[in-house]
Protein backbone atom coordinates (compact mmCIF):
# COMPACT_ATOMS: atom_id res chain seq x y z
CA UNK A 1 0.00 0.00 0.00
CA UNK A 2 1.46 3.48 -1.20
CA UNK A 3 1.59 5.74 1.93
CA UNK A 4 3.25 9.61 2.28
CA UNK A 5 3.60 11.14 5.70
CA UNK A 6 4.79 14.21 6.13
CA UNK A 7 6.27 15.69 9.64
CA UNK A 8 8.03 18.48 10.54
CA UNK A 9 5.47 20.97 10.66
CA UNK A 10 5.24 23.72 13.21
CA UNK A 11 5.01 27.26 15.15
CA UNK A 12 8.68 29.14 13.47
CA UNK A 13 9.27 32.71 14.08
CA UNK A 14 9.98 35.04 11.13
CA UNK A 15 13.60 34.47 9.59
CA UNK A 16 13.87 30.97 11.13
CA UNK A 17 14.44 27.78 9.44
CA UNK A 18 12.78 24.28 9.98
CA UNK A 19 12.75 20.93 7.69
CA UNK A 20 10.04 18.89 6.52
CA UNK A 21 9.86 15.22 6.26
CA UNK A 22 7.92 13.01 4.06
CA UNK A 23 8.47 9.51 4.57
CA UNK A 24 7.47 7.08 2.04
CA UNK A 25 6.31 3.56 1.73
CA UNK A 26 5.34 1.30 -0.77
CA UNK A 27 7.41 2.64 -3.69
CA UNK A 28 10.83 4.13 -3.66
CA UNK A 29 11.40 7.79 -3.96
CA UNK A 30 14.37 7.28 -6.50
CA UNK A 31 11.86 6.07 -8.77
CA UNK A 32 9.45 8.79 -8.83
CA UNK A 33 9.91 12.51 -9.33
CA UNK A 34 8.47 13.62 -5.90
CA UNK A 35 6.98 17.32 -5.03
CA UNK A 36 5.80 19.52 -2.58
CA UNK A 37 2.58 21.51 -2.52
CA UNK A 38 1.44 24.35 -0.45
CA UNK A 39 -1.94 25.34 0.79
CA UNK A 40 -2.24 28.79 2.50
CA UNK A 41 -5.24 28.95 4.91
CA UNK A 42 -8.34 29.47 3.31
CA UNK A 43 -6.41 29.45 0.05
CA UNK A 44 -5.45 27.67 -3.12
CA UNK A 45 -3.08 25.03 -3.70
CA UNK A 46 0.85 26.17 -4.51
CA UNK A 47 3.40 24.41 -6.30
CA UNK A 48 6.17 24.89 -4.51
CA UNK A 49 9.13 22.53 -5.67
CA UNK A 50 10.24 19.17 -7.15
CA UNK A 51 12.96 17.03 -7.51
CA UNK A 52 13.48 14.62 -10.53
CA UNK A 53 14.66 11.18 -10.32
CA UNK A 54 18.04 12.55 -11.65
CA UNK A 55 18.10 15.00 -8.79
CA UNK A 56 17.45 18.07 -10.61
CA UNK A 57 15.75 20.26 -9.00
CA UNK A 58 12.87 23.29 -9.38
CA UNK A 59 11.75 25.85 -7.60
CA UNK A 60 8.49 28.20 -7.73
CA UNK A 61 9.58 31.81 -7.39
CA UNK A 62 8.31 32.26 -4.24
CA UNK A 63 10.74 29.90 -2.73
CA UNK A 64 13.77 30.04 -4.78
CA UNK A 65 17.18 30.47 -2.94
CA UNK A 66 15.10 29.98 0.69
CA UNK A 67 13.99 25.87 0.04
CA UNK A 68 15.53 23.33 -0.68
CA UNK A 69 14.28 19.97 -1.69
CA UNK A 70 15.93 16.72 -1.54
CA UNK A 71 15.52 13.04 -0.80
CA UNK A 72 17.35 10.11 1.14
CA UNK A 73 16.73 6.61 -0.99
CA UNK A 74 18.34 4.89 2.16
CA UNK A 75 15.67 6.23 4.29
CA UNK A 76 12.70 6.83 1.27
CA UNK A 77 12.34 9.92 2.97
CA UNK A 78 11.58 12.95 0.78
CA UNK A 79 12.40 16.20 2.45
CA UNK A 80 12.16 20.25 2.42
CA UNK A 81 14.45 22.26 4.18
CA UNK A 82 13.06 26.13 4.67
CA UNK A 83 14.99 28.83 5.61
CA UNK A 84 14.80 32.56 5.96
CA UNK A 85 10.94 32.22 6.88
CA UNK A 86 8.35 34.68 6.16
CA UNK A 87 4.59 34.99 7.55
CA UNK A 88 3.55 34.35 4.19
CA UNK A 89 4.94 30.83 4.09
CA UNK A 90 1.85 30.00 6.62
CA UNK A 91 0.38 26.69 5.55
CA UNK A 92 -0.08 23.21 5.07
CA UNK A 93 2.42 21.81 3.03
CA UNK A 94 1.78 18.20 1.35
CA UNK A 95 3.95 16.00 -0.58
CA UNK A 96 3.36 14.34 -3.70
CA UNK A 97 4.17 11.16 -5.76
CA UNK A 98 4.49 12.34 -9.54
CA UNK A 99 3.69 10.30 -12.54
CA UNK A 100 4.38 9.76 -16.04
CA UNK A 101 3.24 13.17 -17.70
CA UNK A 102 2.80 14.74 -14.62
CA UNK A 103 -0.68 13.76 -12.52
CA UNK A 104 0.23 14.12 -8.47
CA UNK A 105 -1.12 10.51 -7.94
CA UNK A 106 -0.62 9.99 -4.12
CA UNK A 107 -0.50 12.64 -1.56
CA UNK A 108 0.14 12.94 2.17
CA UNK A 109 -1.99 13.95 4.53
CA UNK A 110 -0.15 17.44 5.17
CA UNK A 111 1.74 19.32 7.98
CA UNK A 112 0.80 22.65 9.26
CA UNK A 113 3.52 25.37 9.15
CA UNK A 114 3.05 28.65 10.98
CA UNK A 115 5.37 31.43 10.82
CA UNK A 116 4.67 34.05 13.53
CA UNK A 117 6.09 35.95 16.44
CA UNK B 1 4.44 31.55 -13.75
CA UNK B 2 1.26 33.16 -13.43
CA UNK B 3 -1.35 31.00 -11.92
CA UNK B 4 -4.12 29.51 -14.09
CA UNK B 5 -7.23 30.98 -14.40
CA UNK B 6 -10.59 29.41 -12.65
CA UNK B 7 -13.23 30.67 -11.91
CA UNK B 8 -14.17 30.91 -8.46
CA UNK B 9 -17.55 28.89 -8.16
CA UNK B 10 -19.86 27.13 -10.27
CA UNK B 11 -23.18 25.56 -8.83
CA UNK B 12 -25.22 22.92 -10.70
CA UNK B 13 -28.63 20.75 -9.38
CA UNK B 14 -28.33 16.86 -9.09
CA UNK B 15 -28.60 15.01 -12.40
CA UNK B 16 -27.15 18.27 -14.32
CA UNK B 17 -23.58 18.69 -15.88
CA UNK B 18 -21.23 21.05 -14.79
CA UNK B 19 -17.87 22.51 -16.54
CA UNK B 20 -15.40 23.86 -14.89
CA UNK B 21 -12.49 25.93 -16.91
CA UNK B 22 -9.38 26.26 -16.84
CA UNK B 23 -6.97 28.54 -18.33
CA UNK B 24 -3.63 29.17 -18.85
CA UNK B 25 -1.33 30.37 -21.77
CA UNK B 26 0.27 29.25 -24.82
CA UNK B 27 3.69 28.28 -23.07
CA UNK B 28 1.30 26.10 -20.07
CA UNK B 29 -1.91 24.61 -20.84
CA UNK B 30 -1.56 25.49 -25.07
CA UNK B 31 1.60 23.96 -25.20
CA UNK B 32 1.45 20.78 -22.94
CA UNK B 33 -0.80 17.90 -22.87
CA UNK B 34 0.23 17.90 -19.58
CA UNK B 35 -2.97 19.19 -17.40
CA UNK B 36 -4.36 17.42 -14.54
CA UNK B 37 -7.28 17.46 -12.51
CA UNK B 38 -8.17 17.81 -8.26
CA UNK B 39 -10.50 17.17 -6.07
CA UNK B 40 -10.06 18.58 -2.42
CA UNK B 41 -12.63 18.85 0.64
CA UNK B 42 -12.29 20.73 3.46
CA UNK B 43 -9.43 19.58 5.82
CA UNK B 44 -8.15 16.78 3.15
CA UNK B 45 -5.94 15.99 0.72
CA UNK B 46 -6.22 17.04 -3.11
CA UNK B 47 -7.45 13.87 -4.91
CA UNK B 48 -6.33 13.12 -8.71
CA UNK B 49 -9.39 13.02 -10.49
CA UNK B 50 -8.13 13.54 -14.31
CA UNK B 51 -4.39 13.64 -15.44
CA UNK B 52 -2.94 14.09 -18.66
CA UNK B 53 -6.34 16.15 -19.86
CA UNK B 54 -8.72 13.55 -20.12
CA UNK B 55 -6.91 10.02 -18.64
CA UNK B 56 -9.07 8.91 -15.89
CA UNK B 57 -7.32 6.73 -12.83
CA UNK B 58 -8.69 3.67 -11.72
CA UNK B 59 -11.58 3.88 -9.51
CA UNK B 60 -12.42 6.96 -10.27
CA UNK B 61 -16.20 7.86 -11.67
CA UNK B 62 -16.75 7.75 -15.39
CA UNK B 63 -19.08 11.02 -14.87
CA UNK B 64 -15.76 13.07 -14.62
CA UNK B 65 -13.89 14.19 -17.85
CA UNK B 66 -11.27 16.47 -19.24
CA UNK B 67 -11.14 18.12 -22.74
CA UNK B 68 -8.75 21.08 -23.96
CA UNK B 69 -8.88 23.65 -26.64
CA UNK B 70 -6.28 25.98 -26.70
CA UNK B 71 -5.08 27.52 -24.02
CA UNK B 72 -7.94 26.64 -22.01
CA UNK B 73 -8.76 23.31 -20.66
CA UNK B 74 -12.18 21.88 -19.25
CA UNK B 75 -13.52 19.73 -16.38
CA UNK B 76 -17.19 18.21 -17.05
CA UNK B 77 -19.00 16.09 -14.20
CA UNK B 78 -21.90 14.75 -15.54
CA UNK B 79 -24.75 13.79 -13.33
CA UNK B 80 -23.62 15.83 -10.81
CA UNK B 81 -24.56 14.26 -7.18
CA UNK B 82 -24.26 16.14 -3.92
CA UNK B 83 -21.01 14.13 -2.83
CA UNK B 84 -19.15 15.81 -5.62
CA UNK B 85 -19.55 19.47 -4.03
CA UNK B 86 -16.22 20.80 -3.22
CA UNK B 87 -13.38 22.47 -4.87
CA UNK B 88 -11.36 21.25 -8.06
CA UNK B 89 -8.21 22.27 -9.01
CA UNK B 90 -6.67 22.50 -12.12
CA UNK B 91 -2.98 22.19 -12.87
CA UNK B 92 -0.71 22.31 -15.87
CA UNK B 93 3.03 21.21 -16.56
CA UNK B 94 4.75 24.67 -17.03
CA UNK B 95 8.11 25.43 -18.88
CA UNK B 96 9.62 26.48 -15.78
CA UNK B 97 10.04 23.10 -14.54
CA UNK B 98 7.83 22.73 -12.19
CA UNK B 99 3.83 22.96 -12.58
CA UNK B 100 1.55 26.01 -11.82
CA UNK B 101 -2.28 25.44 -9.99
CA UNK B 102 -5.30 27.19 -10.79
CA UNK B 103 -6.44 29.03 -8.54
CA UNK B 104 -9.29 26.48 -7.51
CA UNK B 105 -13.09 26.58 -8.12
CA UNK B 106 -15.68 25.63 -5.47
CA UNK B 107 -18.26 23.65 -6.64
CA UNK B 108 -22.11 23.69 -4.94
CA UNK B 109 -24.45 21.19 -5.40
CA UNK B 110 -28.04 22.76 -4.88
Known amino acids: EVQLVESGGGLVQPGGSLRLSCAVSGFSVSSFYMTWVRQAPGKGLEWVSV???????YYADSVKGRFTISRDNSKNTLYLQMNSLRAEDTAVFYC???????????WGQGTLVTVSS | QSALTQPASVSGSPGQSITISCTGSSSDVGRYKLVSWYQQFPGKAPKLMIGEVNERPSGVSNRFSGSKSGNTASLTISGLQAEDEGNYYC??????????FGGGTKLTVL
Open chain 1, 51 to 57: VYVNGSA
Open chain 1, 96 to 106: ARVVRNWPLDY
Open chain 2, 91 to 100: CSYAPSGGLV
